[in-house]
């Protein structure tokens, strides 16, 4: 395994995020976080938000064990606040064929928010197969598989404060 990105360039480009987050929602914004991916990167966004925020914790089915996606996404969490009328950003580690944001984007935006934006860590635009809107990312990245920062394989390498790539 070899660091792609540092913890230190993790930090600075999330406190970056956050103040561009704050600038398009300067009254608050509701933070919903894609599970498990990207739990620590909704920590630290969070905290690097200045203004009012509030929380929800999605999840949806995941690779298992391959580091190919099955392209088939399933709702396996969901939450009963109302966003009805609020500035919603949906927190993702990572898009990579999109199948995943664009399954979340549908079902959220049927529950008529105000404004509906996604913020990713990362993306790997050369994986995409379908046409997604991302508005704020942290990195794009070239298409190798990452891990840490909240980032998986088999479950294994979330607890990583950097990310790294893994030599197949
Ligand atoms: P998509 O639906 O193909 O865009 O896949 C998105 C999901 O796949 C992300 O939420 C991650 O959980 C997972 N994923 C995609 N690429 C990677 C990777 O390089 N490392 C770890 N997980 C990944
Ligand atoms: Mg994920």
């Known amino acids: 395994m070899h660091t792609l990105l540092s913890a230190d ?11 561009e987050i704050h600038r398009d929602h300067p009254n608050g914004v509701h933070l919903v976080c894609v ?3 990207a739990f620590v990167f909704l920590s630290d966004l969070a905290r ?18 391959s580091t190919r996606s ?4 399933q709702l396996t ?8 009328g609020r500035d919603v950003v949906i927190v993702e580690d990572i898009v990579d064929t999109g ?12 529950r008529s928010p105000r404004h509906l934006r996604t913020c990713c860590l990362l ?17 794009t990245i070239e298409d190798s598989f990452v891990v840490g920062y909240g980032l998986d394989y088999g479950e294994r390498y979330r607890n990583l404060p950097y990310i790294g790539v893994i030599e197949e």
């Open 99 to 110: 199948l995943t944001l664009i399954y979340l984007q549908e079902i959220l935006r049927a």
């Open 9 to 19: 360039q993790i930090q600075s480009r999330v406190r970056t995020l956050a103040e």
């Open 35 to 37: 599970l498990k991916g």
């Open 48 to 65: 690097a938000l200045p203004g009012d925020c509030s929380l929800d914790f999605m999840a949806v089915s995941s690779y298992g064990k």
């Open 77 to 84: 969490k969901d939450f009963d606040s109302d966003l009805q």
């Open 123 to 139: 993306s790997k635009p050369s994986r995409r197969k379908v046409d997604v809107a991302v508005e704020y990312i942290g990195f």
């Open 70 to 73: 099955s392209g088939q996404v």
